[in-house]
Antibody, heavy 116, light 109 residues
Framework: EVQLVESGGGLVQPGGSLRLSCAAS????????MSWVRQAPGKGLEWVAN????????YYVDSVKGRFTISRDNAKNSLYLQMNSLRAEDTAVYYC?????????WGQGTLVTVSS | EIVMTQSPATLSVSPGERATLSCRAS??????LAWYQQKPGQAPRLLIY???TRATGIPARFSGSGSGTEFTLTISSLQSEDFAVYYC???????????FGQGTKVEIK
């Protein structure tokens, strides 16, 4: 069974940092592009970042460039998102996702709330 | 940035009826288009990729069509479990930056 389990969300003050993690199992993690997708409360989906299978290429939505960093550890079947200089508008459920021609697998999400 | 526009925002349909959802891209995305279904409190589920290929386990009542800038998701005969929000997504080949449409909510009429 495919599983993507996110962790690391929580309440953080504006300007603060958080590191999200995603533990993958049930598929060949090292063969997949991996991504983070977020959804603000009551809103639609927004792609945040993705990373190539070997970590050599990374791409970001403009609104997080220079603040967020995506990374992966294929030996640990894990995906990460380091989020710095957080803003209120970063408040969302963050989903870990796998796939390149359509997202085949999704985690259940972890909530990040940026508020003072 | 490629902008994806879905219409209508809300679609009211009776069970057993046909639903047609539209998605338009601001520039050509070829057939690099996926559709997802999302129910409240759940993660999205992939329905269609490559504009018209059903994902594993997706019922045949779901079909996708289109290429370039105009795409359609059709649900041939709505079942109770199909009432949800549907999103389109482009996955441009290069650079691999993605965008989603704003979603269409399919509700019971």
């Amino acid at each position: 069974e495919v599983q993507l389990v996110e962790s690391g969300g929580g309440l953080v003050q504006p300007g603060g940092s958080l590191r999200l993690s995603c533990a993958a199992s049930g598929f060949t993690f090292s063969s997949y592009w991996m991504s983070w997708v977020r959804q603000a409360p009551g809103k639609g989906l927004e792609w945040v970042a993705n990373i190539k299978q070997d970590g050599s290429e990374k791409y970001y939505v403009d609104s997080v460039k220079g603040r967020f960093t995506i990374s992966r550890d294929n030996a640990k079947n894990s995906l990460y998102l380091q989020m710095n200089s957080l803003r209120a508008e970063d408040t969302a459920v963050y989903y870990c996702a796998a796939g390149a021609t359509g997202i085949d697998y999704w985690g259940q999400g972890t909530l990040v709330t940026v508020s003072s | 940035e490629i902008v994806m526009t879905q219409s209508p925002a809300t679609l009211s349909v009776s069970p057993g009826e046909r639903a047609t959802l539209s998605c338009r891209a601001s520039q050509s995305v070829s057939s690099n288009l996926a559709w997802y279904q999302q129910k409240p409190g759940q993660a999205p589920r992939l329905l269609i990729y490559g504009a018209s290929t059903r994902a594993t386990g997706i019922p045949a009542r779901f079909s996708g069509s289109g290429s370039g800038t105009e795409f359609t998701l059709t649900i041939s005969s709505l079942q109770s479990e199909d009432f949800a929000v549907y999103y389109c997504q482009q996955y441009n080949n290069w650079p691999p930056t993605w965008t989603f449409g704003q979603g269409t909510k399919v509700e019971i009429k």
